[in-house]
C-alpha cells in the first residue's frame, strides 16, 4: 500500500486528529496498519483484527475462492455437513462463508486465544473452539467435514530473515513459521483429516467418488513434497496456482 492510501485508511478509522497523530507515530515505529485500525479488508468485508495477531494476506482470497467452489459442488449445505477452518487465526475463510453461504455450518479453531476474539466477532454464527488443530474440534465432528480449509504457518525457519519487520515483530512465531521445510503443520493436518473427513458417495460425470477435502495454502516451492506426502497417506491430489504465480492451495481428497 502507498503512503497515501495508508492515510485515507488512518483517517477514515480515526476518532480525531489526536488519534491520526497517534496512530501516525505507531505507523512510524513500524507497528502494523491493519493492528492500529484493527480492521483488514478481505473480499469486501471488514474484518477485525488487533495487536499480536496475524493478519490475513490478500493472496489467501485464493483459498477462499477454492472452498466456495468445494462448498457449492459438494452440496455440502444440502448434506448437512461441516466445513472446517484450521488455524483458523481471525477467521477470514469462515468469514466469507458465513457472508457468501450463510446456510453452510462453518467451525473454526486455533490455538491463539487472542485470535479467536476476533473470529468471534468476524463470523458470528461459527461454532469457535481453542486448542491444538484439528484435536480442538468436538468428537461429534469426525467423519461429518466436507472441507478441512487452512493458511496453516508454511514459512521454512530458515526463512525468517526474508520476511518484513512489521510480521516478525508484531505476529506471533507461530503463526508463521512451519519447521525447517515449512511443511510440519501441513502434514499433521494432513494426517489427523483422515479422522474428520466425510466418506460419502457422489456420481459426478457417471463415476462414482468419495469425497471429503482437505485445502491448504502454502507456496508453490512446497507443493510437490505435500503432495507426495498426502499421496503417501491415501489422499489424491491437485493443485491450484494463484495469479502471483507463488501461492498455492493443494486439494487433497480422500479416495
Ligand atoms: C498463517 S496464520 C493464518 C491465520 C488465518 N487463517 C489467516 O489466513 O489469517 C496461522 C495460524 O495457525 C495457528 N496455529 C499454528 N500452529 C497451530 C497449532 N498447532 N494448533 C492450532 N493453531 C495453530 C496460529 O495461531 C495462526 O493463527
Redesign the pocket.
Known sequence: MFADDEARVLRRWAADDRQVDEWVRRRGAGEPLEHIVGRVEFDGLDLHVGPG?????RR?LL?AEVVVEQVVADRVAERGLLVV?????????GAVLGARMPETSVMV????GR?LMYARRNVPAADVYE???L??LPPPARGRVAVIA?????VPDSQARLLPAEATGH??R???FGGADGLD?VR?LLKQSLDYLARFEDRVCGVDRTCGVVAL?MHRSQAESAQEFAVAHGYRTSVVLGDDGQTVVLLARIV
Do not use: K, N, Q
Open positions: 495477531v496475524f493478519v490475513p494476506r489467501s483459498l477452518e484450521a488455524c483458523c487465526g481471525v477467521a477470514p475463510i479453531a486455533d490455538a491463539e485470535a486448542g491444538e488443530l484435536a480442538a487452512a493458511v496453516p504457518p508454511y505476529e506471533p507461530r503463526a508463521l503443520t499433521l495454502e
